[in-house]
Nanobody
Framework: QVQLVESGGGLVQPGGSLRLSCAAS????????MGWYRQAPGKQRELVAA???????NYADSVQGRFTISRDNAKNTVYLQMNSLKPEDTAVYYCNVVPTATIYWGQGTQVTVSS
């Protein structure tokens, strides 16, 4: 069964940085548009960054200029570099294809931005 496993979250102070990783168990993901999503307490899950198989990217307005999505197809891995983190970035972060597929939701990785 194909799976997506997120890692790299943690507790960071405002202004800090984190790098998230999403490892896919199958090479099929190389052909898919991939995205990073997040869900904060009491809020709906939202797409924050996406990348096509060819490397074209787009971002939510709230993270534009601070987050960078990338992928290494040889490693079946998608990354999210998060800089200048703010308390409002606190959420569980997930990766999935774009548009989402229910079967690919993983456990996510918690990101907490707090002093």
């Amino acid at each position: 069964q194909v799976q997506l496993v997120e890692s790299g979250g943690g507790l960071v102070q405002p202004g800090g940085s984190l790098r998230l990783s999403c490892a896919a168990s199958g090479s099929i993901f190389r052909i898919y548009r991939m995205g990073w999503y997040r869900q904060a307490p009491g809020k709906q899950r939202e797409l924050v960054a996406a990348i096509t198989s060819g490397g074209n990217t787009n971002y939510a307005d709230s993270v534009q200029g601070r987050f960078t999505i990338s992928r290494d197809n040889a490693k079946n891995t998608v990354y999210l570099q998060m800089n200048s983190l703010k308390p409002e970035d606190t959420a569980v972060y997930y990766c999935n294809v774009v548009p989402t597929a229910t079967i690919y939701w993983g456990q996510g990785t918690q990101v907490t931005v707090s002093s």
